[in-house]
């Protein structure tokens, strides 16, 4: 079922490449989906390595498009990017994710939840006020909502990014460095930031359990970041040999379809109900 999804998309995306109109339609489609609630949310567990409990979810959004079944976030994301859409796509994701959240909280669950934020966003200085509202509506406390950018992000208009994530972090939401190693970004940089969270980019941790030089990259990353004080998300967990390989750290987040890939709200209710119970 995979690969068929994936053939599918990868057909449909050369036609959007070449075809401005076929573009233009899809933004339109997006736009429609948006307001009559074609978009939805899963969510992604991550993991304590050494406890195996889930201690954080990641909000991922997700399109079934009417006539051409589900479109991934890597083939809708960037469009929404470059039209006026990114903005009211992270502000229904948000509010999504932290409704849900909260539920989970008055359920006894103490979880983080993670946010993914466009480039966009870190030059809008209106974001920090936004993002206190949505937390006020929902009664969350700040401290557990983890805003992901990524380092190109960062980059991209790095002044006003810096007044921007250090606002967000004085109304006390944490900030992670998503994919990292895969920017140009620097721990020194990181550091300078007061990033939270750090989440090494899959591409480096898929291979450790084979690719010495990987794995060198990988656990120096680790322990630097955590000497800093940052937490540190290892990604693109898929197998039990790569989490043996990371067992020597005392804390270090998983994530990974290893534990679990992107499910419903439901899905996460239950495997929270089981961990308990465990
Ligand atoms: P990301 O933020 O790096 O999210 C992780 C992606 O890796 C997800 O793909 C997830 O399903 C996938 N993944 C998780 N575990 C594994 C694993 O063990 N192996 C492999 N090969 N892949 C794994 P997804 O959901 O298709 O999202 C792709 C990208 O789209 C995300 O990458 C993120 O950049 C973007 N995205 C998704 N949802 C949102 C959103 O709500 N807002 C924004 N701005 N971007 C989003
Ligand atoms: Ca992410
Ligand atoms: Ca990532
Ligand atoms: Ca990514």
Do not use: C
Not at 197 to 226: Q, Y
Request: aromatic fraction near 6%; proline fraction near 4%.
């Amino acid at each position: 079922h995979a690969k068929r999804e994936r053939d599918r998309i990868s057909t449909f995306d050369r036609k959007y490449d070449v075809n401005s109109v076929e573009r233009l339609q899809l933004l339109a489609d997006l736009r429609a989906a948006l307001e009559d609630d074609q978009l939805h949310v899963v969510y992604q567990p991550q993991v304590d390595m050494r406890s195996g409990r889930t201690v954080a979810v990641e909000a991922l959004v997700r399109w079934n498009h009417v006539g051409r079944g589900p479109i991934g976030p890597d083939h809708f994301v960037p469009l929404a990017e470059n039209s006026g859409l990114i903005l009211p796509l992270t502000t229904y994701v948000l509010d999504q994710a932290l409704a849900q959240l909260a539920q989970w909280h008055a359920d006894g669950y103490d979880l983080r939840m993670a946010v993914n934020l466009s480039a966009r966003h870190l030059s809008d200085l209106s974001l920090p006020q936004q993002v206190s509202n949505a937390l006020d509506a929902h009664a969350v406390p700040p401290s557990r909502l983890v805003l992901e950018v990524t380092e190109t992000g960062i980059l991209s208009d790095a002044v006003r990014a810096d007044v921007v994530i250090r606002a967000l972090r004085a109304i006390g939401v944490e900030v992670a460095i998503d994919d990292y190693g895969t920017g140009n970004a620097s721990l020194s940089y990181l550091r300078r930031l007061e990033i939270d969270e750090l989440k090494v980019d899959r591409s480096f941790v898929m291979n450790i359990h084979d690719d010495p030089h990987d794995l060198i990259i990988v656990n120096s990353t680790i322990e630097l970041a955590l000497a800093l004080g940052v937490r540190v998300v290892a990604e693109g967990i898929e197998d039990e040999r790569t989490v043996k390989v990371l067992a020597g750290f005392d804390s270090l987040i998983g994530q990974g379809y290893h534990f679990s890939g992107p499910v419903s709200a439901a899905q996460i209710s239950e495997r929270l109900i089981s961990e308990r119970s465990a």
